[in-house]
């Protein structure tokens, strides 16, 4: 009670010197984190600062906000996305996470709660309790809040690479006392992502694809995560020349006529759940029955949220991905 009573003084200062609380609202209605109106930012793939066992508390682990001090291992963790929900459960922290998001659904069962991650509330966060929280976004400067409440919070920015998906990771599980758990689910991904790579036909190497996220034509380059995940498999993007001069951050929007004339050999919908796109609603565009991939049956569905999150279900959009090249590849490959 004594900790409860220190942090509920802390807030009621916070809030009167800096204003720092917000309305916790509803968030944006999304379950994807990478919406193409709001690229996401540059990780700085940070890394563990020592490689310590299970319990060897205090850690400091060097996240995207710095030098993050964890006295003791965390009990009451608070995850502010739905990326760094899937990361603590995967690493072994689920039952120390007292309160997720309202858009964590993954993996079934996290306790869901009315906070926003979009629209983070200090004074709600700080109801529960937390000794640590793990967050994508820094938004209403809600790791100044934090810090000034006296709750460490390890900052996880969107990944631009799978070395930074590594990383984070293995901060996760730094700072909630699971290093070793995380350290050998990475070293599990790494093994089944070389797999999954060699499984990619040599048909399909070089074919052409469209990632949509969403019907208004917005898409994602070789310069994003996504592209990255595409390019293992040895495929070509039609919407790079979009943004060659990179004024889209890597999340241009297409044209309709840019995209017939592009004539992709596969094109991924990753807009199914959030838009109930399908191969059929696709193909009924205008102009769209006659591209190639519809006419060969190569508009492949994806699900939105493993299309979206960089945590440790890339491994299944990798899988998702090369699934499609193996059908592309049997029905005949390039046209």
Not at 211 to 225: I, R, V
Request: hydrophobic content about 45%; charged content about 20%; glycine content about 8%.
């Amino acid at each position: 009670m004594r900790r409860v009573i220190a942090l509920l003084g802390a807030l009621a200062l916070t809030l009167t010197l800096t204003s720092c609380g917000a309305d916790s609202g509803a968030g944006t209605a999304t379950t994807s984190e990478a919406a193409p109106s709001e690229p996401a930012a540059a990780a700085t793939a940070p890394t563990a600062a020592a490689t310590p066992s299970e319990d060897a508390f205090p850690v400091t682990v060097e996240a995207a906000n710095g030098a993050v001090e964890i006295s003791e291992r965390p009990e009451r963790i608070v995850s502010l996305s739905p990326t760094t929900t899937e990361m603590l459960f995967a690493v072994g922290a689920g039952d120390q996470v007292v309160a997720v998001e309202e858009n964590s659904d993954y993996p079934e069962g996290v306790p869901v709660t009315d906070l926003s991650g979009f629209d983070p509330n200090l004074e709600a966060i700080v109801a529960y309790e937390p000794d640590l929280v793990v967050l994508t976004d820094d938004t209403n400067d809600i790791l100044a809040g934090l810090e000034q409440v006296g709750v460490p919070a390890l900052h996880t920015p969107a990944a631009q690479t799978l070395e930074d998906v590594y990383d984070q990771l293995e901060q996760v599980g730094m700072a909630t006392g699971h290093f070793d758990e995380a350290r050998a689910l990475v070293e599990d991904m790494r093994a089944e992502i070389d797999e999954l790579v060699a499984r990619v036909p040599e048909e399909a190497r070089g074919a052409t694809y469209y990632h949509e996220l969403d019907a208004q034509l917005f898409t994602a380059t070789s310069d994003t995560f996504v592209g990255e995940i595409y390019a293992l498999a040895g495929l070509e993007n039609v919407a790079d020349p979009a943004d060659a001069d990179g004024q889209a951050a890597g999340y241009p929007q297409l044209s309709a006529e840019f995209l017939v004339d592009a004539d992709p050999d596969m094109v991924f919908l990753a807009d199914t759940k959030c838009c109930g796109e399908s191969a059929e609603t696709f193909a009924a565009r205008p102009g769209f029955a006659s591209m190639t991939a519809v006419e060969r049956g190569h508009v492949f569905p994806l699900d939105d949220d493993v299309a979206s999150r960089w945590g440790p279900r890339v491994v299944d959009f990798l899988g998702a991905i090369v699934d499609a090249a193996e059908q592309f590849a049997a029905d005949g490959g390039a046209r």
